[in-house]
């Protein structure tokens, strides 16, 4: 049975000879006792569910925290791999630049080599024709002139297989 504030202040008790009635004024007070244990105990459990209650909201403000703290570290890191991961990628392209600037020197180099070594085989061709046509234009002459004396002997050869022609006779002549 609970009892408000208002109904103690207007209770009023009956009246005996000698004062109020024992009993009811008994009755009364086991009445507030048990209302007062019984408020003690709802404002013992209130206190105890109120504790329980700002110790999950501490616990849960220090996860918040936590979380704020890990969601700040997160996007920290995430910044600094993203800011490594460009200049990583400069370095590549840096170093391909670089890669691509030697190739293309060595390749340059290697022309002007191929164009030399072409050149020399170019003057190496142009004096091997030469010393060709030379040693043909000799063996050439060579042949004329073994060919020029083979002439010569079988001129000479011919000349000496002839006959020798007699003069004339003298009645010979005349009779045609």
């Known amino acids: ?9 207007q209770h009023q008790f009956k009246t005996r ?18 209302e007062l244990e019984r408020l003690h105990k ?9 504790a329980r209650t700002r110790t999950a909201l501490e616990q849960m403000r220090d996860r918040e925290k936590a979380l704020q703290e890990t969601l700040m570290t997160a996007q920290q890191v995430t910044e600094e791999l993203k ?9 590549m392209v840096a170093e391909a630049h670089l890669e691509g600037e030697q190739v293309v020197r060595e390749a340059a180099e290697r022309r002007v080599q191929l164009m030399s070594e072409i050149q020399d085989l170019k003057r190496q061709k142009i004096s091997f024709e030469g010393g060709l046509r030379s040693m043909i234009d000799g063996h050439l002459k060579l042949l004329d002139m073994d060919i020029l004396q083979i002439e010569e002997e079988e001129r000479n050869a011919a000349l000496l297989e002839q006959p020798l022609l007699d003069p004339p006779a003298d009645d010979e002549a005349g009779n045609f």
């Open 1 to 9: 049975m609970r009892i408000t504030p208002i109904e103690i202040q």
């Open 17 to 34: 000879l000698f004062g109020y009635d024992t009993a009811a004024v008994d009755h009364f007070l086991e009445m507030l006792a048990d």
């Open 42 to 50: 709802q404002n013992n459990e209130l206190k105890e569910s109120l």
């Open 83 to 91: 800011e490594n991961a460009r200049k990583e990628a400069e370095i």
